[in-house]
């Protein structure tokens, strides 16, 4: 079983920035891609950023590219979402999730574990 824990949320004017962090549970973190997702409302899920176990690849969906990074340090089991240049499109409840293999992909269906989701909002 593991566990996940997003932090740093919070409401944000537009251009501004928030880092979000997302600590694990568990001694194999390193095994496994972690992603973060988001969800605005009455849309779906969707993709935002992805890294591998070892931190080397990265992805990002288009629409967060150039202004978002995501990175990870294994040895506190904490992957974190750096974002920058915020606008209200960004508004959402991020989750990070945990995928069962080392590669990162981009649909929710490819992770197994979520953490329960911190809200973002950016205002105008």
């Known amino acids: 079983q593991v566990q996940l824990v997003e932090s740093g949320g919070g409401l944000v004017q537009a251009g501004g920035s928030l880092r979000l962090s997302c600590a694990a549970s568990?001694?194999?973190?390193?095994?496994?891609?972690m992603g973060w997702f988001r969800q605005a409302p009455g849309k779906e899920r969707e993709f935002v950023a992805g890294i591998s176990g070892s931190g080397i690849r990265r992805y990002y969906s288009e629409s967060v590219k150039g202004r978002f990074t995501i990175s990870r340090d294994n040895a506190k089991n904490t992957v974190y979402l750096q974002m920058n240049s915020l606008t209200p499109a960004d508004t959402g409840v991020y989750y990070c999730a945990k995928r069962p293999v080392a590669t990162t992909g981009v649909s929710p269906n490819e992770y197994d574990y979520w953490g329960q989701g911190t809200q973002v909002t950016v205002s105008s």
């Open positions: 568990g001694r194999t973190f390193y095994l496994y891609a």
